[in-house]
């Protein structure tokens, strides 16, 4: 049973316009939440994080929003550049957990077009 | 300072044979992990070593094993191939076993080895 679902496998956006990931979890006990970019030949690189005590954590043109009574978070891009053009993967775990509870979405992969 | 490397970053092996995959942290990293990337499944973690010492194991046969040596480095080797475990393999280092919420507890990736079994 997948715990971590990120629902659409791809998305297409437009430079300069907003760019809305969503991820959703199984499990409520989930309190420490990641989003990881990957290029191609290229391993996963840290993006940005947020602990179940925020609703929304920002960096920069990224943003993320984290809904606990939908199990539901969203990651935003504002505005979107074509090197923003990536696979993203959500993940999520328990705060001071270890490092092997990650658990990842299938990602979803982003194409801004110019 | 230097990323995760691994090692090789392709390999082609036929059925039945074995494979041994090596992971080498960034500097003063002593949690590696290891996960199997497939299209239909995701990033699936395989397990975690922390000071030589496995610390999690994922859902995975026991065909899949892992050491980590005393300077941090890993290796994964997995016995009698099967076509499905043609994937990609993606090591991750961090500082501390446990998550934490700055960016430098985080895992740092490796570029992975892509593995195809014939």
């Known amino acids: 049973d997948q715990q971590v679902k990120q629902n659409s496998p791809s998305l297409s956006v437009q430079e300069g316009r907003i760019s809305i990931l969503n991820c959703d979890y199984t499990n409520s006990m989930f309190d420490y939440f990641l989003w990881y970019k990957k290029y191609p030949a290229e391993g996963p690189t840290f993006l940005i994080s947020i602990s179940s005590i925020k609703d929304k954590n920002e960096d920069g043109r990224f943003t993320v929003f984290l809904n606990k009574s939908a199990k539901h978070l969203s990651l935003h891009i504002v505005p979107s550049q074509p090197g923003d053009s990536a696979v993203y993967f959500c993940a999520a775990s328990f705060y001071g957990g270890s490092q092997g509870n990650l658990i990842f979405g299938k990602g979803t992969k982003l194409s801004v077009k110019p | 300072k230097a990323g995760v490397t691994q090692t090789p970053r392709y390999l082609i092996k036929t059925r039945g044979q074995q494979v041994t995959l090596s992971c080498s942290p960034i500097s003063g990293h002593r949690s590696v992990s290891w996960y199997q990337q497939t299209p239909g499944q995701g990033l699936q973690f395989l397990f975690e070593?922390?000071?030589?010492?496995?610390?999690n194991k994922g859902n995975f046969p026991g065909r899949f094993s892992g050491r980590q040596f005393s300077n941090s480095r890993s290796e994964m080797n997995v016995s009698t191939l099967e076509l499905g475990d043609s994937a990609l393999y993606l090591c991750?280092?961090?500082?501390?076993?446990?998550?934490?919420?700055?960016?430098?507890?985080?895992?740092?990736f490796g570029p992975g080895t892509r593995l195809l079994v014939l």
């Open positions: 991750a280092s961090s500082l501390r076993h446990s998550l934490g919420i700055r960016e430098e507890e985080t895992q740092y």
């Open positions: 070593y922390f000071s030589e010492t496995q610390r």
